[in-house]
């Protein structure tokens, strides 16, 4: 099981000004897929920007299937929405689940019917992912394990400063694009994730990511990362290289 962590630097500029204009940094996990290989469809989110943050996280995934199908600005949970969400977003229950599993590499979840359902070895799953084998049309929702507790959908994130604690907050990991027809899926969590500042957007929304305004991380050596954004607007990871942001514009 690998643990993972990402320190984040946010110069004092910024800080003030994301607050005073309500932006937050957003924090999505990848999973393989979609045009470009790489899907970020659930993003984690902070209420407060501070100096410091530190993400963490923790592969052991659990995985069910259900009947809940993407929808960009719901949630993943049935939590109403929260003061300050944008106006067209969506809560968007779990209608229906199978049993939560647990599941490792190179597994596959049987979902013979609602009530019937397995995990087990298959030779022909991926080493590095998950196979979901459904008769029934189902979506597919995987979880990360949250403080020894397994919730539907949720990454285990942390976000702090040495000033400022935020607290532990549960986010969204992934849900299938489309709901998935009878037969076999390949599920690839990658080593990467995303950051970026947006404004009005609470945890465990499902999104469309433009992915020419995210800052990605490679988290394959399992290395902690240290990174940061500088007072000109531009993300820097700890071996040097940098991409500029473009920074939102606030509405004043």
Known sequence: MTSYQVTIHIANNWVQEFDENGYQ?????????????????????????????????????QMTGSTQTFQNGGTVNSVHPR???????????????????????????????????????DPSDPPNGFGFKNTPPASVVLTLDVGGEYTPGMLNLTMHS???????????????????????????????????FEANLSTSTMVVVDQSTIFEVDMSDAKPKDISYDENGAWHNNSGKHIHYVRPKPEH
Do not use: C
Request: without cysteine; charged residues 15%; neutral net charge.
């Open 162 to 196: 040495p000033t400022h604690q935020v607290g532990t907050d549960v986010q969204a990991v992934y849900i299938s694009p489309l709901e998935l027809p009878p037969g076999k899926a390949t599920i690839i969590p990658l080593p990467k994730v995303a950051f970026w």
């Open 83 to 121: 003061d300050g969400r944008r106006p067209d977003a969506k809560t968007v229950e779990i209608t229906g689940l199978s049993a939560l599993e647990p599941i490792k590499f190179g597994q596959t979840y049987y979902l013979k019917s609602w009530s019937e359902y397995n995990v087990a070895t």
């Open 25 to 61: 940094l957003i924090m999505a996990k990848a999973v393989a897929g979609g045009p470009t290989g790489t899907i970020y469809n659930v993003v984690a989110s902070t209420g407060i920007v501070t100096g410091t943050m530190i993400v963490g996280w923790t592969d052991n995934y």
